[in-house]
């Protein structure tokens, strides 16, 4: 490990361990507060703790994934990233500590479906999109963990995803992001016979590669 990246993990780990001491505290202030005001107490210090903690709990997390990312493309141990379930809790965690790093459950849901516990990745997959409503990212993984369940039976929930993620409300993080998400509303409407909004997904993407967007991109689609 180099001192740099010893240098950034202790750090993550500094500011896990004092969002946890903080939230311990507040429990701690809760229970102790009288019995008529422990419901409204312990709400309210824990719904204040985890906003005014916001910048802290996204740092750790942001920390945490950049230990995480440069391994997926090194293929660790001879494995690939689909099988190095020993990223899954830190992945867990990176969610917990910031529910809209959107990469966290896009690549954990596609790690949990490759295995074959695709329940779970569904349920990873709708997380995503119930703390990124917005995010056409997270429509996009949705969509992509129904047509492997079932290309067939799934297709219209999919296509709804798909017309979501291509909505004018629709928000992407990067331009790699869009690229791959393009990508899989794509081969849903070719599904769908959508021949016109298929067409569209291509020429988006073509547009995107002019811009540097799309290379490297190492989950199937």
């Not at 910048?55 to 750790?60: I, Q």
Request: charged share 15%; glycine share 10%; hydrophobic share 45%.
């Amino acid at each position: 490990m180099s001192v740099t990246g010893s240098k950034g993990l202790r750090l993550g780990l500094v500011a896990v361990a004092l969002v946890v001491i903080i939230v311990a505290a507040q429990g701690l202030a809760a229970y102790s507060a009288p019995a008529e005001a422990t419901v409204s107490a312990g709400a309210l210090l824990g719904h204040t703790g985890f906003e005014y903690l916001g910048g802290l709990r996204k740092f750790a997390a942001a920390v945490l994934w950049n230990r995480l990312e440069p391994q997926f493309h090194q293929y660790g141990n001879g494995k690939p990233i689909n099988q190095r379930l020993d990223f899954l809790p830190t992945m867990r965690l990176v969610q917990i500590l910031d529910p809209q790093f959107q990469q966290s459950y896009y690549v954990a849901s596609w790690m949990l479906a490759q295995i074959g516990r695709m329940p779970q990745a569904l349920d990873l997959a709708r997380d995503g999109i119930a703390n990124n409503p917005h995010a056409g990212l997270m429509r996009a993984n949705y969509a992509q963990m129904l047509l492997m369940q079932d290309k067939v039976k799934n297709l219209p929930e999919a296509l709804k995803q798909a017309q979501a993620g291509t909505a004018s409300d629709a928000t992407w993080a990067t331009p790699d992001d869009q690229f791959e998400g393009y990508a899989i509303f794509r081969t849903i409407f070719d599904l769908a016979g959508d021949k016109i909004s298929a067409q569209k997904m291509t020429e988006a993407q073509k547009a995107l590669t002019a811009q540097g967007a799309g290379l490297g991109i190492e989950r199937d689609q």
